[in-house]
């Protein structure tokens, strides 16, 4: 059984920096990809970061690249999120999610972890 846990969510002021993190659980981890997206009220789910298996990879959605920064740590089975800079767009319901490495899709989700950035 899978089992992706966030933490590290909370209400935080515009240009303050937050960690997240996400604990695996279930299978290997170092094979697969990971991934962050996020849902603010009223919106639908967005890409936010990805990073491929080894880490030698990342990607960002341009509203908060060069602001957040992903990593992962394969011995941990945990994947981070760097957020610097917050501001209140950046207010959602922040998910992981992992791709197996024989698939394209994001078969494993988090329950998610609230990230509040006042003004």
């Known amino acids: 059984q899978v089992q992706l846990v966030e933490s590290g969510g909370r209400l935080v002021q515009a240009g303050d920096s937050l960690r997240l993190s996400c604990a695996a659980s279930g299978r290997t981890f170092s094979n697969d990809a990971m991934g962050w997206f996020r849902q603010a009220p009223g919106k639908e789910r967005e890409f936010v970061a990805t990073i491929t298996w080894s880490g030698s990879s990342t990607f960002y959605a341009d509203s908060v690249k060069g602001r957040f920064t992903i990593s992962r740590d394969n011995a941990k089975k945990t994947v981070y999120l760097q957020m610097n800079s917050l501001k209140p767009e950046d207010t959602a319901v922040y998910y992981c999610?992992?791709?197996?490495?024989?698939?394209?899709?994001?078969?494993?989700w988090g329950q998610g972890t609230q990230v509040t950035v006042s003004s």
């Open positions: 999610a992992l791709r197996p490495g024989d698939s394209r899709q994001w078969n494993y």
